[in-house]
């Protein structure tokens, strides 16, 4: 009964900036983590990102730290991946989760409502 929906991608130069979206619908809860986890042709998944349900508290996989950014608005119910300094190797479908626990982790497993995800693209 949650229902998530990314936007924001598209196609960029390499070292551009995208602002990716998650919009919560439903049974929603601020108290619940949200991830960004993104899939590349052929890979697994993986995680990007992580916001607890205050907010206080943000992880990042090792090869965005620095770059990308994530926030929540909710009174929105919206949380953000700002991706800054975009390589190639960032070329993904990327997706938001949410699960019920505010601790982030970055095992997809654990969160229970899933995007259908938004196409991004960096080229060289």
């Known amino acids: 009964q949650v229902h998530l929906v990314e936007s924001g991608g598209g196609l960029v130069q390499a070292g551009g900036s995208l602002r990716l979206s998650c919009a919560a619908s439903?049974?929603?809860?601020?108290?619940?983590?949200v991830g960004w986890f993104r899939q590349a042709p052929g890979k697994e998944r993986v995680f990007v990102a992580g916001?607890?349900?205050?907010?206080?508290?943000?992880n990042y996989a090792d090869s965005v730290k620095g770059r990308f950014t994530i926030s929540r608005d909710n009174a929105k119910n919206t949380v953000y991946l700002q991706m800054n300094s975009l390589k190639p190797e960032g070329t993904a479908s990327y997706y938001c989760?949410?699960?019920?626990?505010?601790?982030?982790?970055?095992?997809?497993?654990?969160?229970?409502?899933w995007g259908q995800g938004t196409q991004v693209a960096v080229s060289a």
């Open positions: 989760a949410a699960r019920q626990s505010w601790l982030v982790v970055a095992a997809g497993r654990e969160y229970d409502y």
């Open positions: 916001i607890s349900g205050s907010g206080v508290s943000q």
């Open positions: 439903g049974r929603t809860s601020s108290s619940g983590a």
